[in-house]
Structure formats: structure tokens, C-alpha cells
């Protein structure tokens, strides 16, 4: 199992790029938001997350072996959540994911419908299929990609998804909970533990 890859990032088409390590050049399909990701990067050295399948009818002896990739372990892991959705799917999935993790995290954990159903190829149905099945398991990809993205505070992301789970048992909703945390980490200040981050989410409470 292909896990992880770093290669020089040869070109970049619609849904795949081209990924030079050795004598070898790699095919890897990539989402949108991926892509987007990349653009500014071809001919440097790229580190890729990525997923192993196989591609085809098992039945016709026709199976073709393909890699997708991702700039980070926790868009790959969202990606593999999203597709156990029943209709789902890679293929699907791949056309879908033109938004960041983060917005579609939140569109699912919100139950937001509308944002879900205008992705290619999830209609209404597809979107409450999605939301029904995932609602649950979001928050967290939520959390750990705005705390990647940021780049402002030293935190651990254990940290930071623990203490969301701290905040959520003192009453918070979902949505409150996590802009708490968006506000506490771009204020560029080091948390050694979970007290650290809470202490300094209600003194800007009480501001």
C-alpha cells in the first residue's frame, strides 16, 4: 500500500498531475481544491498523502491500479470518510471536493444542504444522504484543518480536538465551540494543554 509520495511536480491537468521520482513518472488523481493547492508549485518537490485502489471490473479481469493524492493526512482521511457514503464513491468524491475540507466539513456538521447539493454531481438527495451518515464524524476535520491552514498558534491538534470536546460538555453548540477555537489560535500564542487553550478562550470571552 502506497501511503505517502515525494516527487517533483511535472504538470498539472484537470483532475490528475504528473509526479517525477527517479527514472519514474507517477500519474496521481487529485480533487479540485487539491489542484488549486498545487498550481504554484510546478517543477518543486512535493510531498503527497495518498490512497491505493484498484480501478475496473474485477469480473472482466480488467483492474487498473491508481493513486489519488492529498497535501495532507487529514484531507485523506476526510476523503476516505466521504466516500463510505453509500452512492458515493471515488470517482464521485473526486469531482465533488472543489471546496476546502473545512467548508465541506462545516456544510455537513451544519446541515447545510444547500452548499452540499451545489457540489458536481451531489444532488438534494445525495446531500441529506451525506449529512445523515457523516453529521457526527465532521467536527474534527473542521478543527485540525483551520489549526494547518493558520499556521498562527503552537498547538498540538490533540489539544485542540479535546478541547473542543471539553467546550461541547460545558454546553457549547457545535458551531460556537469551534469559532471559540478559530479565535483563540490565530492569537499566535503557544498552548502547552488543554487548561492553557480553555484559560485563554474565556479571558477573550470576558473582553
Excluded at 37 to 45: A, N, P, Y
Excluded at 103 to 131: F, H, Y
Excluded at 133 to 162: G, I, Y
Amino acid at each position: 500500500m502506497i501511503t505517502k509520495i515525494t516527487g517533483h511536480l511535472v504538470a498539472l491537468h484537470d483532475n490528475t498531475l504528473s509526479l517525477r521520482i527517479d527514472a519514474f513518472e507517477y500519474e496521481v488523481l487529485i480533487p479540485e481544491f487539491t489542484r488549486r493547492h498545487l498550481q504554484q508549485q510546478i517543477g518543486q518537490q512535493i510531498c503527497l498523502h495518498t490512497i491505493q485502489y484498484l480501478e475496473g471490473n474485477p469480473m472482466q479481469g480488467r483492474l487498473t491500479p491508481r493513486l489519488i493524492g492529498f497535501t495532507s493526512e487529514v484531507e485523506r482521511e476526510f476523503f476516505e470518510l466521504f466516500c463510505s457514503v453509500d452512492g458515493v464513491g471515488v470517482r464521485k468524491a473526486l469531482r465533488a471536493m472543489v471546496r476546502p475540507v473545512k467548508e465541506v466539513a462545516t456544510a455537513i456538521e451544519e446541515q447545510d444542504t444547500k452548499t452540499l447539493s451545489s457540489l458536481p454531481g451531489i444532488g438534494a438527495a445525495m446531500s441529506e444522504r451525506i449529512i445523515a451518515k457523516l453529521r457526527r464524524k465532521v467536527p474534527k476535520f473542521a478543527l485540525m484543518v483551520v489549526q494547518k491552514e493558520s499556521r498562527t498558534a503552537d498547538v498540538e491538534s490533540d489539544v485542540v480536538a479535546e478541547t473542543y470536546e471539553v467546550l461541547r460538555k460545558l454546553g457549547h453548540a457545535e458551531s460556537d465551540a469551534r469559532r471559540l477555537l478559530d479565535t483563540a489560535l490565530a492569537a499566535k500564542k503557544k498552548y502547552n494543554d488543554v487548561q492553557d487553550l480553555l484559560q485563554a478562550i474565556y479571558q477573550q470571552t470576558q473582553k
